[in-house]
């Protein structure tokens, strides 16, 4: 049987697995789940933990499975593709029954009072966490849920180097790769000279933010907010003009699976791994 041939693939079963801890990371920050709710989830920060919206939930599963290979290796990275958006009220709040729930609107600013930090307009999204940023700046993967630890478990420490010392922030370049403490978050370097290494982030659901990153302040008293969260930031580089990432095929998970019956599913990741003969370890 298909499903049972699928799940044959060493690679592939782990693969799966990270795949399911990001739908998991999802639903941690989003409060809404990956698959059709039977509990609550904890929202991030004090966030609402389910959609703080009165309309009825869409039970339909919102998410499915992205693969990307790395090319010239046996490496399949499995992410996870999400479909829902925020709605007005889970942006701008709203109030019932004598209750007022905070947008995340709210939530953001008060976040980022402090730290220098700057947002982009418009760039909120739960399509996309910071790694799926990162990704997709530097090899064009689109909006994704990668999250950070298995971006730098799979991507950066196989494939890159540590710029940065003990001392110093080393020869930063941009597209480089900020990975804050034990790989809580990751973010962009997009510009660097002699007096400024200036990054975009977008932790999580949040917009994308921008930040002179010589200019945070490190350790317990610099009250930075990422630095507070997930550690002190190193730099990283992986070079994409020598590390190509590239989609398993551009048919895997391109439409909603809720329409999709769940067979015919797991039938075109098959089909589309069958596609790489000359991948090692990845025959079905």
Known sequence: MLATAYARTPEEQAA????HQADAAYSRATGRPATPPTS????????????PTPAAQNTLRPSCRKHFRIDGTDQ????AKHFHEFTSDELDGFASGGRYTKGWKEQWMRKYERGGYEEVPGTYT???????????????????????????????????????????????????????????????????????????????IEPIYRNDLK??????????????????????RVDPRRVKITPVSNQDCDQNPA???PDAQVARVVA?????PQCPGMQL
């Open 16 to 19: 799966n697995t990270r795949y």
């Open 40 to 51: 609550s989830a904890d929202g991030p920060s004090g966030g609402p933990t389910s959609s």
């Open 76 to 79: 399949v990275l499995a992410v």
């Open 126 to 204: 739960k399509k996309q966490d910071c790694a799926g940023y990162v990704m997709d700046q530097l090899w064009r993967t689109g909006q994704t849920f990668v999250t950070a630890r298995y971006l730098y478990d799979e991507v950066i420490v196989k494939h890159g180097q540590k710029i940065s010392g003990t001392f110093g922030w080393g020869d930063v370049q941009p597209n480089d790769i900020v990975v804050w403490g034990e790989a809580g978050h990751v973010a962009i370097v997009k510009r660097a000279d002699s007096n400024s290494i200036m990054i975009e982030t977008k932790d999580g």
């Open 215 to 236: 200019k945070v302040k490190l350790g317990p008293l610099g009250n930075d907010p990422l630095v507070t969260a997930y550690g002190t930031p190193h730099i990283y």
């Open 259 to 261: 329409q999709e019956n």
């Open 272 to 276: 589309a791994l069958q596609s790489l």
